[in-house]
C-alpha cells in the first residue's frame, strides 16, 4: 500500500488523465483533442456505453471517429463535459475510480445539459498510469 505522499502524487496523475480525457471532446474553445485518447488510454483500452439494458462496447477507435465526426461537423457544437465529483481507490498499480459528470452542448441545433456516471480502471505501465477501461451511463440517456 502507498504511504500518503505516494498516494497523493498517484491520485494527482489520476486526476491529470481525467482532466485529459473530459477535454479531448471538449469544442467550445476549438477543435476537439481527440488524439489525447490515445495518451491516457493503454492501446487495448476499452470503452462501454451502457443504456438501460442496452451495452455497445468500443475499442479506442471506434469510439474515437464517430465523436470525432459530430464534434466538427457542426453536428454537435459548443459541447463540453467535465467531473463534478469522484471517489478514487489506488492498490499498488491498479486504480479505481467512480466518477460523476456534466456536460453541456449543442446538438442538431438544440440546447441540451446531462450528466451521469462513469467507472474507470487505471493501471500503472512503464510509460506511467494510464486508464485501462472505462464504462459509462448518462443519469437521462436521451440527453
Known amino acids: 500500500m502507498p504511504n ?3 498516494s497523493d502524487v ?9 482532466r485529459l480525457f473530459f477535454s479531448a471532446f471538449t ?16 492501446p487495448e483500452g476499452t470503452i462501454i456505453s451502457q443504456t438501460g439494458d442496452r451495452t455497445v462496447v468500443y475499442d479506442l477507435g471506434s469510439f474515437i471517429a464517430p465523436r470525432q465526426q459530430i464534434l466538427t461537423d457542426g453536428t454537435l457544437a459548443e459541447f463540453a ?9 489506488i492498490y499498488g498499480s491498479i486504480a479505481h475510480r467512480f466518477s ?6 449543442v446538438q442538431n441545433g438544440r440546447r441540451f445539459e446531462g ?3 462513469k467507472t474507470i480502471q487505471f493501471v500503472r505501465t512503464p510509460a506511467g ?12 440517456p436521451t440527453s
Not at 10 to 18: G, P
Open 4 to 6: 500518503r505522499r505516494e
Open 10 to 18: 498517484v491520485k494527482a496523475e489520476l486526476d491529470e488523465l481525467m
Open 27 to 42: 469544442n467550445t474553445d476549438g477543435p476537439p483533442r481527440t488524439d489525447r485518447i490515445h495518451e491516457v488510454f493503454i
Open 81 to 89: 463535459e467535465w467531473e463534478v465529483g469522484e471517489q478514487t481507490q
Open 100 to 105: 460523476e459528470y456534466r456536460k453541456s452542448g
Open 115 to 117: 450528466g451521469g456516471h
Open 129 to 140: 498510469w494510464r486508464i485501462s477501461s472505462i464504462a459509462w451511463e448518462d443519469d437521462d
